[in-house]
């Protein structure tokens, strides 16, 4: 099984930047897709950014395009979130998850929905004050 644990949230007032890191347990790191994903009270988690197993290709949602910025580091079993220009919209948990390659997928593949990803993390929480 594959662990993750994400890191870096907390408060931010608006304009401002933070950056969420989630590490990754095991041997496999640059054999799986990434994605951040959020989720708010009541809601269902949507993504909001994705970055494939190559590392070449990248989704970001319509409401953080421009702003936000997702990047992997394989040496380091890492993969980032960069979160700048931030609004008080954009408050939720914020979860890590990894999409194992599949056979009949390209490596340059980004998944976004959330039953293409098997593993999670626990979250970390992003509050943006006004």
């Known amino acids: 099984q594959v662990q993750l644990v994400e890191s870096g949230g907390g408060l931010v007032q608006a304009g401002g930047s933070l950056r969420l890191s989630c590490a990754a347990s095991?041997?496999?790191?640059?054999?799986?897709?990434m994605g951040w994903f959020r989720q708010a009270p009541g809601k269902e988690r949507d993504v909001v950014a994705a970055?494939?197993?190559?590392?070449?290709?990248?989704y970001y949602a319509e409401s953080v395009k421009g702003r936000f910025t997702i990047s992997r580091d394989n040496a380091k079993n890492t993969v980032y979130l960069q979160m700048n220009s931030l609004r008080p919209e954009d408050t939720s948990v914020y979860y890590c998850?990894?999409?194992?390659?599949?056979?009949?997928?390209?490596?340059?593949?980004?998944?976004?929905?959330?039953?293409?990803?098997?593993?999670w993390g626990q979250g970390t929480q992003v509050t943006v004050s006004s």
């Open positions: 998850a990894a999409a194992p390659k599949r056979l009949s997928l390209s490596s340059h593949y980004t998944p976004l929905s959330q039953n293409e990803y098997d593993y």
């Open positions: 970055i494939s197993l190559s590392g070449r290709n990248t």
């Open positions: 095991g041997r496999t790191f640059s054999s799986y897709a």
